[in-house]
Protein backbone atom coordinates (compact mmCIF):
# COMPACT_ATOMS: atom_id res chain seq x y z
CA UNK A 1 0.00 0.00 0.00
CA UNK A 2 1.24 3.39 -1.05
CA UNK A 3 1.58 6.31 1.44
CA UNK A 4 -1.61 8.05 0.01
CA UNK A 5 -3.46 5.31 -0.17
CA UNK A 6 -2.66 4.65 3.22
CA UNK A 7 -3.18 8.61 3.92
CA UNK A 8 -6.67 8.51 1.79
CA UNK A 9 -7.50 5.15 4.91
CA UNK A 10 -6.08 7.03 7.67
CA UNK A 11 -8.82 10.15 6.75
CA UNK A 12 -11.83 7.75 6.36
CA UNK A 13 -10.54 6.58 10.36
CA UNK A 14 -10.36 9.71 11.79
CA UNK A 15 -13.36 10.79 10.20
CA UNK A 16 -16.14 8.10 11.33
CA UNK A 17 -14.07 7.61 14.53
CA UNK A 18 -14.10 10.68 17.09
CA UNK A 19 -14.99 8.82 20.31
CA UNK A 20 -13.78 6.26 22.55
CA UNK A 21 -16.29 3.68 22.08
CA UNK A 22 -15.91 4.40 18.15
CA UNK A 23 -12.31 3.56 17.90
CA UNK A 24 -13.10 0.25 20.42
CA UNK A 25 -15.91 -0.58 18.08
CA UNK A 26 -13.59 -0.13 14.42
CA UNK A 27 -11.15 -1.90 16.70
CA UNK A 28 -13.09 -4.80 17.17
CA UNK A 29 -14.00 -4.64 13.72
CA UNK A 30 -10.44 -4.84 12.15
CA UNK A 31 -9.82 -7.87 14.15
CA UNK A 32 -11.79 -10.03 13.87
CA UNK A 33 -12.12 -9.48 9.69
CA UNK A 34 -8.16 -10.66 10.66
CA UNK A 35 -8.86 -13.59 12.70
CA UNK A 36 -8.39 -12.43 16.07
CA UNK A 37 -10.61 -14.09 18.64
CA UNK A 38 -11.86 -13.14 22.27
CA UNK A 39 -10.15 -15.08 24.94
CA UNK A 40 -13.73 -17.12 26.03
CA UNK A 41 -14.18 -18.36 21.79
CA UNK A 42 -10.13 -19.47 22.16
CA UNK A 43 -10.87 -21.77 25.78
CA UNK A 44 -13.96 -22.90 24.35
CA UNK A 45 -11.59 -23.83 20.93
CA UNK A 46 -9.12 -25.80 22.44
CA UNK A 47 -8.73 -24.73 26.17
CA UNK A 48 -6.12 -21.90 26.37
CA UNK A 49 -3.68 -19.56 24.54
CA UNK A 50 -1.20 -21.57 22.15
CA UNK A 51 1.13 -20.16 19.71
CA UNK A 52 -0.26 -18.55 16.68
CA UNK A 53 -3.13 -17.70 18.01
CA UNK A 54 -4.84 -14.42 17.34
CA UNK A 55 -7.14 -12.58 20.72
CA UNK A 56 -8.09 -9.68 21.35
CA UNK A 57 -9.75 -7.86 24.53
CA UNK A 58 -12.51 -4.85 25.42
CA UNK A 59 -12.89 -3.42 28.64
CA UNK A 60 -15.71 -1.45 29.08
CA UNK A 61 -16.06 -0.28 25.55
CA UNK A 62 -13.03 2.15 25.58
CA UNK A 63 -10.10 -0.07 25.94
CA UNK A 64 -9.05 -2.53 23.53
CA UNK A 65 -5.86 -4.79 23.38
CA UNK A 66 -5.25 -7.47 20.27
CA UNK A 67 -2.20 -9.65 20.44
CA UNK A 68 -0.37 -12.65 18.23
CA UNK A 69 0.97 -15.46 20.59
CA UNK A 70 5.01 -16.18 19.59
CA UNK A 71 6.55 -19.32 19.43
CA UNK A 72 8.72 -18.18 22.79
CA UNK A 73 5.07 -17.74 24.61
CA UNK A 74 6.16 -18.07 28.23
CA UNK A 75 9.90 -17.41 27.73
CA UNK A 76 10.10 -14.26 26.60
CA UNK A 77 8.68 -10.68 26.75
CA UNK A 78 6.13 -8.91 24.42
CA UNK A 79 6.50 -6.32 21.52
CA UNK A 80 3.99 -4.08 22.58
CA UNK A 81 2.28 -0.65 20.83
CA UNK A 82 0.60 1.56 23.42
CA UNK A 83 -1.72 4.66 22.34
CA UNK A 84 -4.19 6.43 23.75
CA UNK A 85 -7.95 6.97 22.10
CA UNK A 86 -9.24 9.82 24.41
CA UNK A 87 -9.02 13.37 22.58
CA UNK A 88 -9.49 16.76 24.05
CA UNK A 89 -13.00 17.80 23.55
CA UNK A 90 -15.95 19.36 25.19
CA UNK A 91 -18.69 16.89 27.44
CA UNK A 92 -22.25 17.79 27.84
CA UNK A 93 -23.07 17.85 31.60
CA UNK A 94 -25.42 15.15 33.70
CA UNK A 95 -27.70 18.08 34.20
CA UNK A 96 -27.32 20.21 31.08
CA UNK A 97 -30.60 21.75 29.40
CA UNK A 98 -31.70 25.40 30.56
CA UNK A 99 -33.21 27.93 29.06
CA UNK A 100 -32.42 31.78 28.78
CA UNK A 101 -33.54 34.80 26.56
CA UNK A 102 -35.26 32.55 24.17
CA UNK A 103 -32.24 30.11 23.53
CA UNK A 104 -32.07 26.77 25.36
CA UNK A 105 -28.53 25.27 25.60
CA UNK A 106 -26.69 22.14 26.64
CA UNK A 107 -24.02 23.05 29.43
CA UNK A 108 -20.70 21.63 28.74
CA UNK A 109 -17.85 20.64 30.60
CA UNK A 110 -14.51 21.10 28.44
CA UNK A 111 -11.95 17.44 28.75
CA UNK A 112 -8.04 17.70 28.70
CA UNK A 113 -5.99 20.33 27.72
CA UNK A 114 -8.18 23.04 25.17
CA UNK A 115 -7.91 26.89 24.49
CA UNK A 116 -11.13 27.22 24.68
CA UNK A 117 -11.82 30.22 22.40
CA UNK A 118 -10.95 27.82 19.64
CA UNK A 119 -14.62 25.80 20.34
CA UNK A 120 -16.62 29.00 19.66
CA UNK A 121 -18.12 29.90 16.21
CA UNK A 122 -17.93 26.60 14.39
CA UNK A 123 -19.85 23.66 13.72
CA UNK A 124 -20.34 21.12 16.56
CA UNK A 125 -21.18 17.66 16.45
CA UNK A 126 -22.54 14.85 19.85
CA UNK A 127 -21.48 12.05 19.78
CA UNK A 128 -21.98 9.21 22.57
CA UNK A 129 -24.14 6.90 24.27
CA UNK A 130 -27.24 7.00 26.51
CA UNK A 131 -27.72 4.15 29.30
CA UNK A 132 -31.20 3.70 30.78
CA UNK A 133 -32.29 1.96 34.14
CA UNK A 134 -33.51 -0.93 32.48
CA UNK A 135 -30.04 -1.78 31.32
CA UNK A 136 -30.38 -1.10 27.72
CA UNK A 137 -28.89 2.38 26.10
CA UNK A 138 -28.94 4.32 22.79
CA UNK A 139 -26.03 5.70 20.57
CA UNK A 140 -26.33 8.82 19.78
CA UNK A 141 -24.78 10.79 16.81
CA UNK A 142 -26.02 14.24 15.90
CA UNK A 143 -23.96 16.89 13.13
CA UNK A 144 -22.43 14.08 11.18
CA UNK A 145 -25.27 13.72 8.61
CA UNK A 146 -25.32 15.63 6.00
CA UNK A 147 -28.77 16.14 6.38
CA UNK A 148 -27.97 16.55 10.03
CA UNK A 149 -28.61 20.12 12.34
CA UNK A 150 -25.10 21.26 13.91
CA UNK A 151 -24.58 22.82 17.14
CA UNK A 152 -22.87 26.19 18.05
CA UNK A 153 -20.87 28.20 20.87
CA UNK A 154 -21.65 31.91 20.49
CA UNK A 155 -18.84 34.35 20.55
CA UNK A 156 -19.10 38.58 21.19
CA UNK A 157 -18.92 40.70 18.02
CA UNK A 158 -16.49 42.47 17.46
CA UNK A 159 -18.15 45.45 17.97
CA UNK A 160 -18.91 45.21 21.92
CA UNK A 161 -15.42 43.33 22.75
CA UNK A 162 -13.16 46.27 23.47
CA UNK A 163 -12.64 44.69 27.10
CA UNK A 164 -11.92 41.77 25.34
CA UNK A 165 -8.17 42.55 24.51
CA UNK A 166 -7.30 43.69 28.01
CA UNK A 167 -7.86 39.69 29.11
CA UNK A 168 -5.02 36.69 28.94
CA UNK A 169 -5.91 34.45 25.94
CA UNK A 170 -6.91 32.21 28.29
CA UNK A 171 -10.13 34.33 30.05
CA UNK A 172 -11.30 35.29 26.26
CA UNK A 173 -13.98 32.60 26.59
CA UNK A 174 -15.16 31.44 30.04
CA UNK A 175 -15.33 27.60 31.06
CA UNK A 176 -18.99 28.52 31.76
CA UNK A 177 -20.05 30.37 28.44
CA UNK A 178 -18.87 27.21 26.39
CA UNK A 179 -22.84 26.52 26.57
CA UNK A 180 -23.86 24.97 23.43
CA UNK A 181 -27.01 26.20 21.38
CA UNK A 182 -29.57 23.55 21.41
CA UNK A 183 -32.59 25.40 19.78
CA UNK A 184 -34.78 28.54 20.02
CA UNK A 185 -38.35 27.39 19.02
CA UNK A 186 -40.86 27.19 21.61
CA UNK A 187 -43.29 24.37 22.21
CA UNK A 188 -46.63 25.53 21.55
CA UNK A 189 -48.73 26.05 24.49
CA UNK A 190 -46.09 26.44 26.93
CA UNK A 191 -45.72 29.36 28.57
CA UNK A 192 -42.75 28.63 31.09
CA UNK A 193 -39.53 26.89 29.85
CA UNK A 194 -41.14 26.12 25.98
CA UNK A 195 -37.91 26.12 24.51
CA UNK A 196 -36.45 24.03 26.51
CA UNK A 197 -39.63 21.52 27.22
CA UNK A 198 -39.11 21.51 22.44
CA UNK A 199 -35.99 20.26 22.89
CA UNK A 200 -36.86 17.96 25.29
CA UNK A 201 -40.05 16.97 22.90
CA UNK A 202 -37.66 16.58 19.73
CA UNK A 203 -35.56 14.45 21.64
CA UNK A 204 -38.19 12.12 22.32
CA UNK A 205 -39.08 11.81 18.79
CA UNK A 206 -35.98 10.75 17.29
CA UNK A 207 -35.19 8.93 20.33
CA UNK A 208 -38.24 7.83 21.25
CA UNK A 209 -37.60 6.81 25.08
CA UNK A 210 -35.50 9.92 26.17
CA UNK A 211 -36.41 11.80 29.10
CA UNK A 212 -34.51 14.39 30.37
CA UNK A 213 -33.11 12.50 33.58
CA UNK A 214 -31.80 10.36 31.10
CA UNK A 215 -29.13 13.25 30.82
CA UNK A 216 -27.71 11.81 34.12
CA UNK A 217 -26.58 8.10 32.82
CA UNK A 218 -25.31 9.72 29.40
CA UNK A 219 -21.86 10.22 27.86
CA UNK A 220 -22.07 12.63 25.26
CA UNK A 221 -18.87 14.08 23.65
CA UNK A 222 -19.30 17.57 21.90
CA UNK A 223 -16.23 17.20 18.82
CA UNK A 224 -16.27 19.19 15.71
CA UNK A 225 -18.42 17.94 13.31
CA UNK A 226 -17.53 17.08 9.60
CA UNK A 227 -15.07 14.95 8.03
CA UNK A 228 -11.18 14.93 7.89
CA UNK A 229 -9.85 16.40 5.14
CA UNK A 230 -6.43 16.33 3.01
CA UNK A 231 -4.32 20.28 3.43
CA UNK A 232 -2.03 22.06 1.02
CA UNK A 233 -2.22 22.03 -2.88
CA UNK A 234 0.21 19.47 -2.67
CA UNK A 235 -1.98 17.30 -0.11
CA UNK A 236 0.94 16.44 1.83
CA UNK A 237 -1.23 17.42 5.30
CA UNK A 238 -3.90 15.61 6.59
CA UNK A 239 -6.50 17.94 8.70
CA UNK A 240 -8.46 16.82 11.03
CA UNK A 241 -9.94 16.62 14.71
CA UNK A 242 -8.04 13.84 17.26
CA UNK A 243 -5.44 13.40 15.23
CA UNK A 244 -3.49 13.02 19.05
CA UNK A 245 -3.65 10.48 19.16
CA UNK A 246 -5.75 8.73 17.01
CA UNK A 247 -3.06 8.77 14.44
CA UNK A 248 -0.68 6.85 16.30
CA UNK A 249 -3.58 4.13 17.37
CA UNK A 250 -5.05 3.44 13.68
CA UNK A 251 -0.79 3.63 12.35
CA UNK A 252 -0.51 0.78 15.39
CA UNK A 253 -3.69 -0.94 14.99
CA UNK A 254 -2.72 -1.05 11.18
CA UNK A 255 1.13 -2.45 11.95
CA UNK A 256 -0.70 -5.60 14.00
CA UNK A 257 -3.77 -6.31 11.51
CA UNK A 258 -1.16 -6.13 8.51
CA UNK A 259 1.32 -8.34 10.40
CA UNK A 260 -1.09 -10.56 11.41
CA UNK A 261 -2.03 -11.09 7.62
CA UNK A 262 1.36 -12.57 6.40
CA UNK A 263 1.56 -15.85 5.70
CA UNK A 264 3.65 -18.54 3.89
CA UNK A 265 2.99 -21.10 1.12
CA UNK A 266 2.68 -24.52 2.96
CA UNK A 267 3.67 -27.46 0.72
CA UNK A 268 2.28 -29.82 2.94
CA UNK A 269 -1.17 -29.01 3.34
CA UNK A 270 -1.28 -26.26 -0.02
CA UNK A 271 -2.36 -24.07 2.18
CA UNK A 272 -1.11 -20.00 2.90
CA UNK A 273 -0.33 -20.60 6.59
CA UNK A 274 -0.17 -17.56 8.77
CA UNK A 275 3.42 -16.73 9.74
CA UNK A 276 4.47 -17.06 13.18
CA UNK A 277 6.64 -14.88 15.53
CA UNK A 278 9.38 -15.81 18.02
CA UNK A 279 8.00 -13.27 20.54
CA UNK A 280 4.02 -12.47 21.00
CA UNK A 281 3.53 -9.28 19.73
CA UNK A 282 0.42 -6.70 20.82
CA UNK A 283 -1.12 -3.64 20.56
CA UNK A 284 -3.44 -1.82 23.48
CA UNK A 285 -5.35 1.64 23.33
CA UNK A 286 -6.41 2.93 26.40
CA UNK A 287 -8.80 5.75 27.45
CA UNK A 288 -8.06 9.02 29.94
CA UNK A 289 -4.62 10.09 28.82
CA UNK A 290 -5.71 13.86 28.62
CA UNK A 291 -7.00 13.68 32.24
CA UNK A 292 -4.20 11.99 33.67
CA UNK A 293 -4.60 8.48 32.91
CA UNK A 294 -6.91 7.87 35.56
CA UNK A 295 -10.34 5.75 36.05
CA UNK A 296 -11.20 1.78 35.14
CA UNK A 297 -10.12 2.56 31.59
CA UNK A 298 -6.75 4.79 32.21
CA UNK A 299 -3.55 2.92 31.71
CA UNK A 300 -3.26 3.30 35.90
CA UNK A 301 -6.30 0.48 35.70
CA UNK A 302 -5.36 -3.04 36.51
CA UNK A 303 -6.76 -4.26 33.47
CA UNK A 304 -3.56 -3.58 31.57
CA UNK A 305 -1.62 -5.79 33.81
CA UNK A 306 -4.12 -8.28 33.85
CA UNK A 307 -4.29 -8.19 30.15
CA UNK A 308 -0.24 -8.51 29.89
CA UNK A 309 -0.07 -11.27 32.27
CA UNK A 310 -2.62 -13.09 30.57
CA UNK A 311 -0.92 -13.13 26.90
CA UNK A 312 2.74 -13.71 28.68
CA UNK A 313 2.39 -17.31 29.79
CA UNK A 314 3.63 -16.84 33.13
CA UNK A 315 2.43 -19.23 35.70
CA UNK A 316 3.22 -17.22 38.73
CA UNK A 317 4.39 -13.45 40.33
CA UNK A 318 8.12 -14.25 39.76
CA UNK A 319 7.77 -15.68 36.39
CA UNK A 320 5.44 -12.68 35.32
CA UNK A 321 7.77 -10.20 36.81
CA UNK A 322 10.50 -11.76 34.79
CA UNK A 323 8.18 -11.36 31.81
CA UNK A 324 7.40 -7.94 32.16
CA UNK A 325 11.67 -7.45 32.47
CA UNK A 326 11.67 -8.70 28.90
CA UNK A 327 9.10 -6.87 27.32
CA UNK A 328 9.43 -4.00 25.10
CA UNK A 329 6.79 -1.61 24.85
CA UNK A 330 6.88 2.29 22.25
CA UNK A 331 4.14 4.40 23.95
CA UNK A 332 2.57 5.30 20.62
CA UNK A 333 1.89 9.15 21.21
CA UNK A 334 2.41 12.08 19.14
CA UNK A 335 4.77 15.14 19.59
CA UNK A 336 4.87 18.66 18.75
CA UNK A 337 5.84 19.02 15.11
CA UNK A 338 7.90 22.74 14.87
CA UNK A 339 6.14 25.57 13.88
CA UNK A 340 8.16 27.94 12.30
CA UNK A 341 5.07 30.65 13.17
CA UNK A 342 5.89 29.86 16.72
CA UNK A 343 9.85 29.28 16.59
CA UNK A 344 10.64 31.02 19.52
CA UNK A 345 9.53 28.10 21.80
CA UNK A 346 11.51 25.35 20.51
CA UNK A 347 14.89 24.60 19.63
CA UNK A 348 14.95 24.35 15.88
CA UNK A 349 17.53 21.69 15.55
CA UNK A 350 16.19 19.41 18.53
CA UNK A 351 12.48 19.56 17.63
CA UNK A 352 10.59 17.21 15.39
CA UNK A 353 9.82 18.43 11.38
CA UNK A 354 6.98 17.82 9.34
CA UNK A 355 8.09 15.30 6.82
CA UNK A 356 10.57 14.03 8.95
CA UNK A 357 9.14 11.19 9.29
CA UNK A 358 8.62 8.64 12.84
CA UNK A 359 9.79 10.38 15.65
CA UNK A 360 11.22 9.07 19.22
CA UNK A 361 11.60 10.88 22.15
CA UNK A 362 14.17 9.80 24.98
CA UNK A 363 12.38 12.15 27.31
CA UNK A 364 9.09 14.05 27.89
CA UNK A 365 7.78 15.65 31.26
CA UNK A 366 8.46 19.26 31.69
CA UNK A 367 10.83 22.01 33.75
CA UNK A 368 13.70 18.78 34.87
CA UNK A 369 11.84 16.00 32.99
CA UNK A 370 9.12 16.24 35.76
CA UNK A 371 6.51 14.04 35.69
CA UNK A 372 7.31 11.94 32.69
CA UNK A 373 9.63 9.70 31.21
CA UNK A 374 13.39 8.73 30.26
CA UNK A 375 14.18 5.85 28.32
CA UNK A 376 17.12 3.84 29.12
CA UNK A 377 20.22 4.58 26.35
CA UNK A 378 20.53 0.40 25.85
CA UNK A 379 17.03 0.43 24.54
CA UNK A 380 17.14 3.62 22.23
CA UNK A 381 19.98 1.50 20.57
CA UNK A 382 18.07 -0.82 20.02
CA UNK A 383 14.93 0.24 18.47
CA UNK A 384 17.82 2.25 16.18
CA UNK A 385 18.55 -0.52 15.36
CA UNK A 386 15.11 -1.92 14.08
CA UNK A 387 14.34 1.20 12.59
CA UNK A 388 17.59 1.54 10.87
CA UNK A 389 17.93 -1.84 9.72
CA UNK A 390 14.17 -1.32 8.10
CA UNK A 391 15.35 1.49 6.01
CA UNK A 392 12.85 3.51 8.16
CA UNK A 393 12.66 6.97 8.43
CA UNK A 394 13.12 8.73 12.05
CA UNK A 395 14.01 11.48 13.55
CA UNK A 396 14.26 12.39 17.72
CA UNK A 397 12.74 15.17 19.43
CA UNK A 398 12.49 17.48 22.22
CA UNK A 399 9.22 18.93 22.79
CA UNK A 400 10.05 22.45 23.82
CA UNK A 401 12.64 24.43 25.48
CA UNK A 402 13.64 23.97 28.81
CA UNK A 403 11.19 25.58 31.03
CA UNK A 404 8.85 26.65 28.27
CA UNK A 405 6.76 23.68 29.03
CA UNK A 406 6.62 19.85 28.00
CA UNK A 407 3.81 16.87 28.20
CA UNK A 408 3.57 13.54 29.61
CA UNK A 409 2.30 10.22 28.17
CA UNK A 410 1.22 6.67 29.03
CA UNK A 411 5.26 5.78 28.71
CA UNK A 412 5.48 6.87 32.60
CA UNK A 413 2.90 4.87 33.78
CA UNK A 414 3.72 1.57 31.82
CA UNK A 415 7.43 1.87 32.84
CA UNK A 416 6.63 1.59 36.25
CA UNK A 417 5.33 -2.23 35.20
CA UNK A 418 9.54 -2.26 34.71
CA UNK A 419 9.00 -2.60 31.07
CA UNK A 420 11.65 -0.62 28.31
CA UNK A 421 9.62 1.92 26.65
CA UNK A 422 10.20 5.10 24.63
CA UNK A 423 7.53 7.66 23.18
CA UNK A 424 7.34 7.01 19.33
CA UNK A 425 4.82 8.27 17.14
CA UNK A 426 3.79 11.20 15.06
CA UNK A 427 4.87 15.76 14.42
CA UNK A 428 1.43 17.47 15.49
CA UNK A 429 0.54 20.90 14.41
CA UNK A 430 -2.58 22.86 16.14
CA UNK A 431 -2.17 20.13 18.65
CA UNK A 432 -5.57 20.07 21.22
CA UNK A 433 -7.12 22.05 18.73
CA UNK A 434 -10.60 21.38 16.50
CA UNK A 435 -8.33 20.80 13.23
CA UNK A 436 -4.77 19.12 14.02
CA UNK A 437 -2.40 18.82 11.46
CA UNK A 438 -0.17 15.81 10.37
CA UNK A 439 1.93 14.94 7.56
CA UNK A 440 1.17 11.62 5.11
CA UNK A 441 4.97 10.80 5.11
CA UNK A 442 4.98 11.14 8.77
CA UNK A 443 1.70 8.83 9.01
CA UNK A 444 3.12 6.55 6.63
CA UNK A 445 6.55 6.33 8.48
CA UNK A 446 5.41 5.76 11.50
CA UNK A 447 3.20 2.94 10.63
CA UNK A 448 6.31 1.39 8.77
CA UNK A 449 8.49 1.86 11.82
CA UNK A 450 5.85 -0.24 13.68
CA UNK A 451 5.64 -2.77 11.87
CA UNK A 452 9.45 -3.36 12.29
CA UNK A 453 9.31 -3.06 15.84
CA UNK A 454 6.91 -5.72 16.04
CA UNK A 455 8.86 -8.21 13.63
CA UNK A 456 11.85 -7.47 15.64
Not at 42 to 71: P, S
Not at 101 to 124: E, N, S
Request: net charge negative; proline share 2%.
Amino acid sequence: MDKKLFGSNYINYITANKTERECVNSAVVMARCNGFLTMKEIKAQHGGLRVGDRVYFVNKDKNFAAFVIGENFGSDGVNLLGAHIDSPRLDIKTQPLFEDGGVAYFDTQYYGGIKKYQWVTRPLAIHGKVCFKDGSSLNVVIGENQNDPVFCISDLLPHLDNNLYEKKASDFINGEKLDLIAATTELEGEEKDAVKKNVLKLLKEKYERFEEEDFLSAELEVVPAGAARWCGLDKSLIAGYGQDDRVCAYTSLMALMDLAKEDHWDNTTQKNIPNVLKRTVGCVLVDKEEVGSICATGSKSRWLEDVLYCVSGATDRMHFADMLYKTDMLSSDVTAAYDPQFGDVSNKSMTAKLNGGFVLSKYNGGRGKSGGADANPEYIALVRNILDTANIKYQFDTMGKVDVGGGGTIASIVCNLNINVIDAGVPVLNMHSPMELTSVEDVYNTYLGYMAFLKH
